[in-house]
């Protein structure tokens, strides 16, 4: 029995099972997208197609697919692989809260540069302190500070691991290099 087709008015809204066919926008490779076993509505009059919610998930598996890209339900596994809340992983992609929770839901898709971070984040969840580490503003500071403890005992040097987890710029990995030299020399004299 017809419906009434919310775009043109008529009474000619129609249950449609079978294969569905799409045509995908020219960013999206490997023309036209066919998904077998569909149900949906077309309008006999205006030709609207209102798709069930299970033929427009699998419209949507197959585009990520085509692009490249992770899909949602992988982009959920990876963030909690790397243990983050949702509130963490869009702040480490700089990306609003909102936003990241469109993509793990599947409201929106994500560009390629996020999903190559995404994806980064899921075999290094290390790299998220290491880059955390690099942009603390107070880092040269703590950095100097081991420095000049390096020579007290272990035990009683706050900071002896403040710079350990992230990579020193060459200039930095030059002065550790030099300090420890010095060390071990006033040790050997003294």
Same mark, same amino acid.
């Given at each position: 029995m017809a419906?009434?087709?919310?775009?043109?008015?008529?009474?000619?809204?129609?249950?449609?099972?079978?294969?569905?066919?799409?045509?995908?926008?020219?960013?999206?490779?490997?023309?036209?997208?066919?998904?077998?076993?569909?149900?949906?509505?077309?309008?006999?009059?205006?030709?609207?197609?209102?798709?069930?919610?299970?033929?427009?998930?699998?419209?949507?598996? #197959?585009?990520?697919?085509?692009?490249?890209?992770?899909?949602?339900d992988k982009?959920?596994?990876?963030?909690?692989?790397?243990?983050?809340?949702?509130?963490? !992983?869009?702040?480490?992609?700089?990306?609003?809260?909102?936003?990241?929770?469109?993509?793990?839901?599947?409201?929106?898709?994500?560009?390629?540069?996020?999903?190559?971070?995404?994806?980064?984040?899921?075999?290094?969840?290390?790299?998220?302190?290491?880059?955390?580490?690099?942009?603390?503003?107070?880092?040269?500071?703590?950095?100097?500070?081991?420095?000049?403890?390096?020579?007290?005992?272990?035990?009683?040097?706050?900071?002896? !691991?403040?710079?350990?987890g992230a #990579?020193?710029?060459?200039?930095?990995?030059?002065?550790?290099?030099?300090?420890?030299?010095?060390?071990?020399?006033?040790?050997?004299?003294?």
């Amino acid at each position: 029995m017809a419906k009434e087709c919310p775009i043109c008015g008529e009474l000619t809204l129609e249950p449609r099972t079978g294969e569905f066919r799409f045509d995908p926008p020219a960013n999206i490779p490997g023309g036209t997208m066919v998904i077998q076993d569909a149900a949906w509505e077309e309008c006999l009059q205006c030709g609207e197609r209102l798709l069930s919610p299970e033929l427009d998930n699998a419209l949507d598996v #197959e585009q990520y697919k085509r692009i490249g890209l992770l899909g949602p339900d992988k982009i959920k596994d990876a963030r909690q692989r790397a243990g983050l809340t949702q509130a963490e !992983m869009s702040q480490f992609l700089g990306i609003g809260e909102k936003t990241y929770t469109r993509w793990e839901s599947g409201r929106s898709i994500h560009s390629k540069s996020s999903d190559n971070l995404i994806r980064l984040a899921d075999r290094y969840p290390e790299l998220f302190v290491q880059m955390e580490a690099q942009r603390d503003p107070n880092r040269e500071n703590l950095i100097a500070e081991y420095f000049r403890g390096l020579d007290k005992p272990r035990e009683s040097n706050t900071y002896a !691991m403040a710079a350990h987890g992230a #990579e020193l710029d060459p200039a930095l990995a030059g002065l550790l290099l030099e300090r420890l030299r010095l060390i071990a020399e006033n040790r050997r004299k003294g």
